[in-house]
């Protein structure tokens, strides 16, 4: 007997993008009903079951009731909120419960643990080597194909004009998510975002088919053009893969071995196919192993001292910042971004404004449809903000205008520029990132990696310096935001 519940409770213990929950709700019910035709028994309960409780507790404690079970089984959840519930079922329900690992992943807690060790800097650099060795994804014997462990240099090119990012296939809902995007709306209606023109995969065999456009059609150039952004193309060469990877309908050492294979063909070249692999048995491995590591506390790290609320624009858009602008309406249209959008704008910016942790860390769990907290914690909290004061991250991700005019077309359509640094028409990253590095000289300063950025900073004129401090101070004072959304 397999149980699913649809539960307010998940829904909006944070107030979820609408397109997320429509995402998963469809998601659920669509595998419930593959499940049936496989023979399975599942007992499904709908959001406006009028029975429904709205909570996994409440639905778990019915169903135990329904069929005088004498045992339950759940896999293990991807966040510690969930984990502390789960611990108190077997005592509330008077029957063991028996929490199983989640084969969404390769590495378990406890390897994870014993490649930790006692480690302080954590890197994800030499982690992803073993998970190579472990894999033997890109392994000729015991070396790396290619000669080479890591292809990220040549991965950061801007995109040519004369490139255009490749049309995607589309999944349109069918009578199953129309009714989800009924119920969503209806129910959630006050919550972030739009769901108009859904076409997410749903189902193993959409997701399957879009993994398989991935590589044919995205793989050959996602390597070269990974960290480029283009105005009005959300996706340029990203495989859009992380919501159906962490649902579980696409295994994430099968996206791999697909990719692999692309390059073993001749259809894809290492840059790429190195590059997709590492963020995948890299990186998302890495951070939860970071997450699973520093819970519970983590989310309370503020290492820079951060306190500055959230400004409402991250939650309406309108903002004369180009870059923000855009990064915010595709996220309120697609909850997505990508990752040089989440990361070189829209985190950059939390990273120089000095905006609290915690509100930042709720905007992301909220906005993206991939965001869970296993995921998004370790990325805001070490990634973007460096709150955990470099437990992963060898330093800040800070960077002027000059970084986004170089990546993207944004600067073009923008009422600042990113060449004026000071005063009138100055891009507003321009005095925050000086600003951000004087602010916290004492934390900062002493970094092997930043050496080069104070020594600028300590190049430039003292009067030069007082201005652009006062430039983001006037900036960040003129920021308004009361945290409500
Ligand atoms: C501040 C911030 C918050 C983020 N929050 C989330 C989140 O809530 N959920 C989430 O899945 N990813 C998150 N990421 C990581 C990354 O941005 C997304 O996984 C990626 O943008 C998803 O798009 P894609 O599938 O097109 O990825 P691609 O660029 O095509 O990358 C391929 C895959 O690699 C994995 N991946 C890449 N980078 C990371 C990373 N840093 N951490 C974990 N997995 C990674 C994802 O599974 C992704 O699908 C965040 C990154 C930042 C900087
Ligand atoms: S000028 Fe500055 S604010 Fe405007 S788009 Fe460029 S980087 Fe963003």
Redesign the pocket.
Known sequence: MVLMAEVGEEATYVRHHKRKIAFLFSAMRHFADALRARGVVVDYIRLDDPENGGSFGSELARAVERHRAGKVVVTEPGEWRVAEMMRGWSKDLGIPVEIRSDTRFLCSHEDFELWAGAQRGLRMEFFYREMRRRTGLLMAGDKPVGGRWNFDAENREALPKTIDAPRRPDFPPDDTTEAILGLVAQRFGNHFGDLDMFDYPVTREDALAYLDW?VFVALPN?GTY?DAMRQGEP?L??????????CGLLD?LE?CRRAEAAYLDGDAPINAVEG?VR??IG??E???GIYWREMPGYGARNALDARRPLPDFFWTGDTDLNCLRQSIAETRANA????I???MV??NF?LLAGLDPVE?QEW??VV?H???EW??M???VG??LYADDGLFASKPYAASGNYIDKMSDYCRSCVYSPKVKQGEGACPFNPLYWDFLARNRDKLSRNQRLQRPYATLDRMAPDKVAAARRDAQAFLTGLVGDGDY
């Open positions: 991935f996602f990974q996706l060469f990203h495989s859009h893969l992380s919501a159906l990877i962490n994430p996206c997709f963020q995948i990186w998302r890495f951070v939860r997505y971004a990508h990752h959008q989440r990361l829209i985190g939390c930042v992301f769990l993206y991939d965001a869970y995921v998004e370790p990325n805001v990634m973007i």
